[in-house]
């Protein structure tokens, strides 16, 4: 089975120190970067003493009332639940994919 070519992937970050491997941020790579470069990793998002999931991608054209279509593959957000522990309180976090801001 082969799909379609697919540039970046988004990916949880596990603290290695941890012994439940918790997810401690997103990483966004570059599938076309050589392969074990700095390069492959784009971008970061740390969640600052939170535990997160795996984000979720949504393309930003879905929703639009003007009918634009995608800037890219990446044009889009990042949706991830994070729960703050010393609260204990869970939110819904909203990325833009391509800034990662």
Do not use: W
Not at 8 to 24: F, G, L, P, V
Not at 45 to 56: L, N, S, T
């Amino acid at each position: 089975m082969q799909g379609k070519h697919t540039r970046y992937a988004y990916i949880a970050m596990t603290d290695t120190q941890d012994e439940a491997a918790q997810i401690k941020g997103i990483a966004k790579i570059d599938l076309d970067a050589p392969r074990g470069t700095k390069e492959a990793a784009v971008a970061t998002i740390e969640y600052d003493g939170c535990k997160g999931g795996e984000a979720y991608f949504v393309p930003r054209k879905y929703g639009n009332s003007d009918g634009a279509e995608c800037d890219g593959e990446d044009d889009g957000f990042l949706l991830v639940y994070v729960y703050e522990e010393s609260s204990d309180c869970s939110c819904l976090d909203v990325y833009d994919a391509k800034t990662m801001d």
